[in-house]
C-alpha cells in the first residue's frame, strides 16, 4: 500500500508540473502576453487571459512561442 500511495504521489507531481507555459506576440504592435492556456479559434485567431493584466485577450495574428517556466516568471513579474 506504501508503494502504491508513493507512485500516486509521484504520478500527479509530474503532472502538474508539465504544465505548458506561453509567451504570445502580436506583431502588429509588439505587444507581449504571457498566458498558460491558449485556445485556436476559427480563422487563425487566438484566445488567452494575459497573466499580467488578468484581461481576456483575441488577437487575429500571433506568435505562440511555448517557454520555460523561468522565462514566464520573469516576464510576468518583470518590472
Do not use: F, W
Amino acid at each position: 500500500m506504501k508503494n502504491y500511495m508513493i507512485v500516486m504521489l509521484l504520478c500527479v507531481l509530474c503532472l502538474c508540473g508539465c504544465s505548458p507555459y506561453y509567451r504570445i506576440t502580436d506583431p502588429a504592435t509588439d505587444h507581449v502576453y504571457y498566458a498558460r492556456d491558449v485556445k485556436n479559434l476559427s480563422g487563425g485567431a487566438v484566445k488567452l487571459e494575459d497573466e499580467r493584466s488578468g484581461k481576456i485577450v483575441t488577437l487575429q495574428n500571433s506568435e505562440v512561442e511555448k517557454i520555460a517556466e523561468e522565462a514566464y516568471n520573469q516576464g510576468v513579474y518583470a518590472k
